[in-house]
């Protein structure tokens, strides 16, 4: 399958930060997809993006569509206990399967 | 409420035995997708089916089967020829049209195989 890099692996932040994290890819795609994932739950997805370019928000978090179509970019802001958790990009090619990224762990401070 | 389930939550078995972990959907999405997800790794694709009665194999489709029989669910077997079977599994499922490619998840399965 595709490779998607993302980072960083892992982040420790104290409440009230802003926090950045991306996916890179070798392959341009069509489609960017971000979700969260709580430990021991499945994935719920935040925010899908489908043209290179697109800035979508979805309350605290914003996320791009990158210009070159092989990468994509989360923000959150003003960081909460509750924002704690797994956040992985997937990105999907020509074809209908998604190809998903190896997760940023985000630990939030109080 | 409109989701999807699957079930068990955890589940346990022994080596050489064949299990077979639920996945049912209420949101009247024609695809329906298996992934295996390993500590510290990503989303990896196991099956998937566009379509009732078809289902195609994903990256890591080996010691493992599917049924389609009905569009609302979509079992998976993991089979005793599957080498690692102990992971967390997750079923999904997307909508036709423009919008298809936005997978939801259910809550997962835990499999052990001792």
């Known amino acids: 399958g595709q490779q998607l890099n993302q980072s960083p692996q892992s982040m420790f932040i104290q409440e009230g930060e802003d926090v950045s994290m991306n996916c890179t890819s070798s392959s341009i795609f069509n489609t960017w997809l971000w979700y969260k994932q709580d430990p021991g739950e499945g994935p719920v997805l935040l925010i899908a993006?489908?043209?290179?370019?697109e800035l979508t928000s979805n309350g605290r978090l914003t996320a791009q569509f990158g210009i070159t179509r092989k990468d994509s970019f989360l923000n959150i802001s003003a960081s909460i206990p509750s924002d704690v958790g797994i956040y992985f990009c997937?990105?999907?090619?020509?074809?209908?399967?998604?190809?998903f990224g190896t997760g940023t762990r985000l630990t939030v401070i109080p | 409420d409109g989701g999807i389930t699957q079930s068990p939550k955890y589940l346990f078995r022994k080596e050489g035995q064949n299990v077979t972990l639920s996945c049912e959907q209420n949101?009247?999405?024609?695809?329906m997708y298996w992934y295996r997800q390993d500590p510290g790794q990503g989303l990896r694709l196991i099956y998937y089916?566009?379509?009732?009665?078809?289902?195609q194999k994903g990256d890591i489709a080996e010691g493992y089967s599917v049924s389609r029989e009905k569009k609302e669910s979509f079992p998976l077997t993991v089979t005793s020829a599957q080498k690692n079977p102990t992971a967390f599994y997750l079923c999904?499922?997307?909508?036709?049209?423009?919008?298809?490619?936005?997978?939801?998840f259910g809550p997962g399965t835990r499999l052990t195989v001792t």
């Open positions: 997937a990105g999907r090619t020509g074809a209908n399967n998604l190809f």
């Open positions: 993006l489908y043209k290179a370019g």
């Open positions: 089916s566009q379509i009732v009665n078809d289902f």
């Open positions: 999904a499922s997307s909508t036709g049209g423009g919008r298809s490619y936005e997978q939801y």
């Open positions: 949101l009247n999405h024609d695809a």
